[in-house]
Nanobody, 118 residues
């Protein structure tokens, strides 16, 4: 059973920074990619950033330069460093992991709330 546990969310003022963590129950190399998504009430979950097993990254265009995804293999943890936060970054952030085994399998964490005050 795959488990992804997020932490690091909270309340921060605009312009501040937060680092989210996502720790997997097993080796993160068992996944083909991991990433972060976010969701606000009434809206679809949207991509924030992804990191493939090969180390390739992908970011939502609007977040490039402010957010950075990284990983610590020894800790089975993926991070999302968020800088220069804006009120519109307020959302529930979800960790995602993907396995491709003929079909795509998605695994999700429980989400962590990030609130940016103006």
């Amino acid at each position: 059973q795959v488990q992804l546990v997020e932490s690091g969310g909270g309340l921060v003022q605009a312009g501040g920074s937060l680092r989210l963590s996502c720790t997997a129950s097993g080796s993160i190399f068992s996944f083909d990619a991991m990433g972060w998504y976010r969701q606000t009430p009434g809206k679809q979950r949207e991509l924030v950033a992804t990191l493939t097993i090969g180390g390739n990254t992908n970011y939502a265009d609007s977040l490039k330069g402010r957010f950075t995804i990284s990983r610590d293999n020894a800790k089975n943890t993926v991070y999302l460093q968020m800088n220069s936060l804006k009120p519109e970054d307020t959302a529930v952030y979800f960790c995602n992991a993907i396995k491709w085994r003929v079909v795509r399998y998605d695994y999700w964490g429980q989400g962590t709330q990030v609130t940016v005050s103006s």
